[in-house]
């Protein structure tokens, strides 16, 4: 069998929750974190956008390949984005708020989540602890502004 047909064959034998699957608490659990990131950055609000992030959070940009780095990336942790939103880095005026969280998947204690706002799209894998799910990766794009 050739490869690409080995690989559609385990990707079709692989079940992934659809969107409409995932069950209407966990959605909203998972959204709530997601809103603390996104709406405590643009009020500028460090203690919310802290409750939303894993103490060892892995936030990252691609950047393409630099000077000092072939594949570089642009690493953040959890204290440098509260330090950034205590700063007022993404302050936003609620009237220029256009921001969305769509839960794109679930299984068990894990989640992918797509945030955007004005001014980034973060693409975020969260975890349950408890009862609180928490981002533990993000991987964003800054738009140009």
């Known amino acids: 069998m050739p490869l690409m047909s080995l690989v559609f064959a385990a990707a079709s034998a692989t079940s992934v929750a659809s969107p409409a699957a995932i069950e209407p608490a966990t959605r909203a659990a998972i959204e709530a974190t997601c809103f603390d990131y996104v709406d405590g950055q643009l009020e500028g609000d460090p203690e919310r956008v802290a409750r939303s992030l894993h103490p060892d959070l892995a936030k990252r940009r691609v950047l393409g390949d630099t000077p000092d780095e072939r594949l570089g990336l642009r690493r953040m942790s959890k204290e440098e984005l509260v330090e950034l939103t205590r ?37 975020f894998h969260m975890g349950k602890f408890g009862d609180r799910w928490i981002i533990v990766n993000a991987l964003w794009y800054s738009k140009p502004r």
């Open 87 to 123: 700063q007022g880095a993404l302050k936003t005026p609620k009237e220029q708020w256009n921001r969305s969280c769509a839960v794109l998947d679930v299984a068990g204690n894990a989640a992918v989540v797509r945030a955007e706002t004005p001014w980034f799209v973060d693409f």
